[in-house]
């Protein structure tokens, strides 16, 4: 295989809260020690639901802010705040809502060449509004919609406007932050389809970030799922999807809806909260919530284990184990392991 | 397909413009309509008013002294308004008056506003402690009563016209930097922002090009608030004697001159009364309707 374009390893990112004149700060740790490749033209696709971190990852991926802990290269070139402003051309972001990403005080045109305007300078304007005609032709607008506003657009289409404007720097790396949650469901998969032809065009390499996993299974060749800021699964689409080895994984899975109303369904219902970033667990993460809790689970943290389709869990699911077996199986589970709410 | 997409161009085409939008909407206030008109008969007056005035605002008639407007007994033709103590003609005086208000109202504006909304982007983007000292800077001069702090400064910078519009525009800045410090924080949230980042803008353009444009409404209005603040805060340093000097006909001066005579002749303080009095009120009428017109909250859809 290639080498990969882009390499996280243990990347952190802690934020101190609170922390007045008297009170001493809390840390929270948004994302801790998450370890990724990322290759031309593949994608790989971070799901976990609201809060785990996956945005946090995007933001320091795009150079918008600066890891605590761990290393990124790009390229084989580690990326550090002083070469920031050479690296940043080469990863672009697509943000959620279509509506704030798109300044609504500039005509498209201006929106698509301003990225030009500030990187290349030597380039002649008449140049840079060509690249950006033909990059709107690109994704799929016509070329009357180059002197419009952005309120003028629809979601969708302002969607095509800023995926646009992120590859007028022909990035390596497009870094997208839930691109279709905000759309209706027949502009997702236009936008889908769009963003997997552009992928084959330019040789890109996304990183894909979501917690719609019917979107996911479309786009993704590898996936990583997060729970609180910590990677819990990571493997191929196929794998994952097919056999989850982790049973945060197996419970997300089991929560999406399935077109086949003679399929035998399977929802687990996770009991208790998601714990606080601000005091997680000493042991797993998700032991609070799991049926398969083990004392071990409670006092020690697991890490991922093989390196092809990785799970951090001391008590991996096999293929075909289900998780109404075990909780069956163990009727007082339930009760004993809520987590204490009154 | 192609169809009902060129329809749907068609609609965004015939779409009103901002500025017909706008208009749209100014015109739903009839209160703010009439200022309008008003205001722009006093930016008429201001412009032309060698032309339209009937005498040198300063030429003393000394055998009219104390003339009573056209309507009473011994008024004439030749001074409609009456005429002051030294027998200057009173309705020259206004006109020319209007000039010296709308001068100080452009001037305070301006310098307050441009002040003001610089001040006000370095605070939304500064870290936080120069953030904190700029903005308890603001919070001490807004807690002076504004008159009492233009009174202060224009005793130390000296009477006259100029130095009171300068301590006018400080008193009346705070109240840009405040406004523009919101907007800033409030836009600068917003995802736009940070992909005019991640694609590499600078500090300066992301102040200036990025951010500034999206907060410029409530400042707008703002200022033509101010306006009228100004040329009040004007005549009242005037009227103490802090503001434009006689002979000038600015009208707070005019009104201070002709105290002694309020019993004697009501038409000398009477008319640069009224005339504060319309324009202020014609302005604010026309800053509300302005605000509910930029208002995004108060549009029906």
Redesign the interface.
Known sequence: MTAPVMTATALARHYEVGGGMFAKPQTLRAVARVDFDLYAGKTLAVVGESGCGKSTLARMI???EEPTAGSLTLDGQPVVRARW?KL??D???V???PY??????QRVGTILM??LA??RRDMKKAAREEKAREMLGLVGLRP?HFD?YPH?FSGGQRQRI?IA??L??DPKVLVLDEPVSALDVSIQSAILNLLVDLQERMGLAYLFISHDLSVVRHVADEIIVMYLGKAVERGPKADVFAAPRHPYTKALLSATPQADPAARKERIKLVGELPSPLDVPPGCPFAPRCWKVQDICRETRPELDLPAHAAACFFPLKPGENATDAVLSEEDFNTESLPQTD | MSDTLSAEVKMIQNRPGRLREFWFYFRENRGAVFGLWIFVGFVLLAAFAPLIAPHDPSAQFRAFALRPPVWQDGGTWRFPLGTDPLGRDMLSRLIVGARYSFFVGIVVVAVAASGGIIIGLVAGFAPRWLDAIIMRIMDIILAFPSLLLALVLVAVLGPSLTNAMIAIAIVLQPHYVRLTRASVLSEKQKDYVTSARVAGSGLIRLMFVTVLPNCLAPIIVQGALSFSTAILDAAALGFLGMGAQPPTPEWGTMLAEAREFILRAWWVVTFPGVAILVTVLAINLMGDGLRDALDPKLKRS
């Open positions: 795009t150079m918008i402003p940043r051309q990863v672009q972001i943000f959620q809502d704030g990403s798109l300044n609504p005080r301003e990225p500030i990187n009357e419009r003028m800023a404007r992120a007028m720097l």
